[in-house]
């Protein structure tokens, strides 16, 4: 049997055959150790149309790609720089997009660290800020490190934010913000809730958009 070189079979000591198809568009398939290539064929015709759909799903999404030296923050690239003139800090240039520090930013973890630190001085005051002007007030606020979340609201009105989604356009951030403070009034995602988002943040599809072509790039 002849397959697609971005498809792989593995057989394992598994009752049912289980499909996969990642976000580079392979296909893995992990079937039963008695599973024969008519079966194998017969699974992957039956699943052709899912796995074509969330192959071009995937094609679909974008991806925001950086030189070696670039930073993402706010939406924007940013060329890293090293400076030993700056021992402590590390200084933006919005206008020239350029990030000079001697703190290697380039490490995946002091740049994730020093993300954090961006995210806490941006978005703690731009909650307290957007609370107060909707008048959706909250109770504490978090800055979290989900997987598969960009905020969270607990019944208690505690609320979550992904420090990732500093890596966004400001617009993008409001409307994380946004979104959870809502929450604070309607958990669930109700026709009444959308209404009441549409009505804080008329462009909130279109951030949902970005997220979900950029979101993994962040």
Known sequence: MTLPSNYIVEHRNVKHARLRVHED???RLYVPQNFTDQDISKVLEMKATWIASKQQYFKQKGKILLRRNELLLFGNRYAYFYSSQ???KVVVNEESRTIQARRNLLDANVQEQWLKSVAKKYIYPRVAELSENLML???RLFLRSQKSK???CSADKNISINWRIIKAPDFVIDYVIIHELCHTLIMKHTVKFETLLNSHC???KQAQAWLEKYG???
């Open 25 to 27: 568009g392979s296909v």
């Open 86 to 88: 700056y021992k402590n």
């Open 137 to 139: 007030p909250f109770n």
């Open 150 to 152: 960009w905020g969270n």
């Open 202 to 204: 008329p462009n909130y």
């Open 216 to 218: 993994n790039s962040l």
